[in-house]
């Protein structure tokens, strides 16, 4: 859905379409790299030793179209030229292919940043930029560069480290990692449920969705809390 006063004419409607079917015919290499990648992770027990859980997505064509469409609406804006092609298209949108990993405690990102780098540094998956965590709480920020990883704030009130890698093949594709807490997964869910790629138009739920956003980030807080606890063998 373009962006209000920008208007999106039939040839461009059909550009759009044409890349979203462009995705569909060639999905399968990007569903390939997310099963070697979802492989290579679970087959690393030094990092799923810091790992609660993991999942992986391959994108909707309509949510892809969506995207597609508000970049469209965005470089109008902004008036430049459009520049995704068939040519690009299976790595320029980076996050065709999604994959999640879920931990406990905010302090194992340090483990999983680690072994996640040797998973890719051994399987030959290239880093396409530095990863960085999207957070809003500036708490957890010294932590994140301790463990060499840059912060963006967050227009949403949630924390999440994003990585972006890229395919071994020849056909070139990429894949969006999201590593997360368990409490923020549940916040993500809900709002990618009722409130992406779009806002609710319902203000009330609006409203419980940030307020859900600090609940979940009070209770990660209180995990580490207690993992710290633990560790100090503090009676």
């Known amino acids: 859905m373009p962006e209000p006063g920008i208007t999106i004419n039939s040839a461009e409607r059909n550009l759009i379409k044409s890349l ?3 995705y569909v015919k060639n999905r ?10 979802s492989d290579a992770i679970l087959g690393s027990p030094a990092l799923m030793a810091h790992v609660h859980s ?18 469209l609406a965005e470089a109008k804006g902004k008036k430049r030229p459009f520049t995704i092609s068939e040519k690009n298209l299976l790595y320029r949108i ?29 399987y030959r998956f290239p880093l396409m930029e530095k990863p960085k965590a999207r957070t ?17 704030k967050s227009p949403k009130l949630y924390t999440s480290v994003h990585y972006v890698v890229q395919s071994n093949s020849s056909t070139k ?24 790629p779009h806002e609710s138009l319902i203000l009330s ?5 940030k307020v859900l956003a600090r609940v979940t980030s009070s209770c990660s807080r209180l995990v580490d809390s207690i993992f710290r606890s633990a560790e100090a063998g503090s009676p």
């Open 20 to 22: 979203v079917a462009h």
């Open 28 to 37: 399968s290499f990007v569903e390939v790299m997310l099963k070697q990648l």
């Open 54 to 71: 993991t999942k992986g997505r391959l994108k909707d064509p309509t949510h892809l179209e969506d995207k597609l469409l508000r970049k």
């Open 94 to 122: 980076t996050d065709l292919a999604g994959f999640r990993i879920l931990h406990l405690h905010t302090e194992q990102i340090i483990s999983i940043d680690r072994e996640l780098r040797a998973v890719f540094k051994e």
């Open 136 to 152: 809003w709480d500036d708490e957890n920020r010294a932590l994140f560069r301790r463990a060499g990883i840059r912060t963006i």
């Open 173 to 196: 594709a990429t894949c969006e990692i999201q590593v997360r807490t368990l409490a923020e997964e549940l916040w993500g869910e809900v709002d990618h449920t009722l409130n992406y």
């Open 205 to 209: 739920c609006r409203e419980q969705i």
